[in-house]
């Protein structure tokens, strides 16, 4: 009898074929692929629905909401028309608000991640690989970010960038809010990261290939993105899987705290903040985006676990 | 170790005094017009001129800045509105009072909040943790690493809120959040702040669990565990004085990290339990425009944040004896 036969496998094969046998990672894969389906196609599951999220159904149909704004029908006015039910007082659809909410979180939330791990990345292999004072200055400056009450500020400097760029009788234009609330959360997100590539870089950068790059007259372009980084793909994707759900959580608690994203666009940190002022007498409509944010975060916060487990089979969490 | 404490205390005020100019720079120094801003979007044009001068704005900006630094040691005078005196954080047009009164009087609310809770979380996580490592049980650890990844990915304004739907507005278990000062009544204070501990620790204990287990699991595992045991000591007495002692390093770090998004992250919890702490102090300095209150909270915030980090340095090189030495 012959022996199996050796089959040469790359990195991300073997990646793969680990993925695949963790039921979790799968389970939590189908969930992640199904938010960002519904994100993408929320326009045609607003067509088969037959509602749009900016509606005020309550005001315009008499029956729906009480005196008080609050939905007639028990459960928030669910109904065989209302899905989710209604949003008290203006009287919009939830479960249109929630479906449109997933794009404006995932918008914001996917472009402050790229961005966030570019910058950490580029900084803490610099200060890894530079060393020295550059190194120094480097990690104050991240020992700084890292102090800095990141929710406190940014709550505060809001209303300052929209003093400058928005003259006092304006209405706030919703692209400068979506971009001021980017470039905050990527300002106060990289520090981590570089923090944790530069212990990386720095580990490695004593290691024999990249001694024998250096004895062979390789660049430092050259080592930092022929030898270093192919070594460091890991540490970024898990932490770049990892962001992703910290920065959609953030997003809804500067909504929640009233910074957010403004009005008509539908996001799911003012739907919290409705919530949370009308409990009371609506519980259900805080229950939604509550659930839904809950089940996304796990799935993704699983997903990156996996991703993990996948990439380093040694690694123990 | 008195070096090693002198030493993070200074990098400490170093890391306070850029974050305040930080603060000061971006909030004072953008063109738009602070005096505005100070003012109110309402704001009629005498009023404006007083603002301007008493936020001395007249003055250039780095004189502003040094006036504003300085009056935090030696005291400062407002003309027309009476001397804040030494550690002066600045001057509230809202209030028309010195903020640190103001802050002073908000802030046993938050610690009262944080430090409470992070007892609770950390007593009980790291007592479940040794439980769940000595008797190596698989259900104390599963259920642990399940409500650690709920506790890690649910959000304290959903959680919050719903407990204070059913066990306040529903049922009446739990009394509506309120604060009573400890020294004017303990068994109030308590009572007050109870909700929002126990809405907090849900969140952040199991987090302690598992990490004390895995780390308890692998110091048991250790030589000088074995060493210990071989020459006939008792297995609590290893436990306790041994392993203990090496589990608590990373678990420390942890709370640290916490304690500081915790304080940083008050504004959240004492809005989701309407408690008047800092944090809503901070949310109603923004609404009024109130920059002097504002920049000293964002000041107290970071300031709890980096003492955390020196306790927990502190905590750390008596934990373990190497560090003091590095």
């Not at chain 1, 939905?71 to 929630?98: A, C, H, K, N, T």
């Not at chain 2, 109110?40 to 001068?53: M, N, S, Y």
């Not at chain 2, 502003?64 to 400062?76: A, D, E, K, N, P």
């Amino acid at each position: 009898m012959k022996p199996p036969e050796t089959v040469g496998r790359s990195p991300g094969q073997l990646m793969w074929l680990r993925f695949r046998r963790d039921r979790t990672g799968i389970a939590s894969a189908v969930v992640v692929i199904f938010f960002l389906l519904v994100a993408i196609f929320a326009p045609v599951i607003s067509w088969l629905y037959g509602k749009d999220p900016y509606a005020l159904y309550g005001q315009d149909t008499p029956g729906l909401l009480n005196d008080y704004g609050y939905p007639i029908l028990p459960s928030g006015g669910i109904s065989s028309d209302f899905w989710f039910g209604i949003e008290p007082g203006l009287g919009r659809d939830v479960f249109m608000q929630l479906v449109y909410g997933i794009r404006t979180s995932l918008l914001i939330a996917v472009i402050a991640t790229v961005l966030t791990t570019a910058i950490g990345v580029v900084i803490g292999i610099v200060a890894g690989y530079a060393g020295g004072k550059t190194d120094y200055v480097i990690g104050r400056v991240v020992d700084t970010v890292l102090s800095f009450p990141s929710v406190l500020f940014i709550i505060a400097f809001m209303p300052v960038v929209e003093n400058i760029f928005v003259s006092p009788e304006e209405e706030t234009p919703v692209w400068l809010r979506a971009v001021t609330l980017v470039v905050m959360l990527t300002l106060f997100g990289w520090a981590g990261l570089a923090r944790l590539l530069r212990g990386q870089v720095l580990s490695m950068r004593e290691r024999e290939f990249v001694e024998a790059a250096r004895v062979t007259g390789a660049s430092p372009a050259r080592i930092v993105f022929k030898e270093l980084l192919p070594n460091l793909w890991t540490p970024i994707l898990i932490q770049a899987s990892l962001l992703l759900p910290a920065l959609v959580t953030s997003e809804a608690a500067l909504s929640f705290l009233g910074v957010g994203m403004i009005e008509p666009i539908p996001d799911w940190g003012r739907m919290f903040r409705r919530g949370t002022e009308i409990y009371q007498n609506d519980i259900t409509y805080l229950i939604f985006p509550g659930v839904a944010l809950l089940v996304f975060v796990i799935a993704f916060n699983l997903l990156g676990d996996s991703v993990r487990d996948a990439f380093d089979p040694k690694l123990k969490r | 170790m008195l070096r090693f404490i002198t030493r993070r205390t200074f990098g400490a005020v170093v890391t306070l005094v850029i974050i305040a100019a930080v603060t000061f720079f971006l909030f004072f120094a953008v063109p738009a017009d602070p005096a505005r801003l100070a003012c109110g979007k309402v704001c009629p044009p005498e009023l404006l001129e007083q603002a301007r001068h008493n936020l001395g704005l007249d003055q250039p900006l780095f004189a502003q800045f040094v006036s504003w630094l300085s009056g935090i040691f030696v005291g400062r005078d407002y003309e027309g509105l009476g001397h804040c005196s030494a550690p002066c954080l600045g001057y509230s047009f809202v209030n028309k009072a010195p903020v640190l009164g103001t802050i002073l009087d908000r802030l046993p609310l938050t610690i009262s909040l944080t430090i409470g809770a992070a007892v609770i979380f950390f007593i009980f996580g790291v007592a479940t943790g040794i439980i769940a490592a000595l008797r190596q049980g698989k259900a104390l650890d599963k259920i642990a690493s399940v409500s650690s990844l709920i506790g890690a990915s649910v959000q304290i304004y959903f959680v919050g809120t719903l407990a204070l739907y059913f066990l306040v507005y529903q049922n009446h278990i739990l009394r509506q959040p309120k604060y009573v000062p400890f020294t004017e009544n303990p068994l109030s204070w308590a009572a007050g702040l109870l909700l929002p501990w126990i809405v907090l620790a849900l969140i952040f204990t199991a987090n302690y669990t598992r990490m004390t287990r895995s780390t308890m699991v692998e110091q048991l595992g250790e030589d000088y565990v074995r060493t210990a045991r071989a020459k006939g000591m008792s297995a609590r007495s290893v436990v306790m004085r041994f392993a203990l002692r090496g589990t608590l390093t990373p678990i420390v770090t942890i709370l640290g990290i916490d304690l500081g998004a915790l304080i940083g992250g008050a504004i959240i919890t004492e809005t989701t339990f309407g408690l008047q702490g800092v944090g809503q102090l901070s949310i109603r300095a923004v609404t009024s425009s109130d920059l002097p209150m504002l920049m000293a909270t964002v000041l107290v915030a970071a300031g709890a944040i980096v003492v955390f980090n020196i306790i927990v340095d502190i905590m750390y090189a008596f934990i373990d004896p190497r560090v003091r030495l590095s």
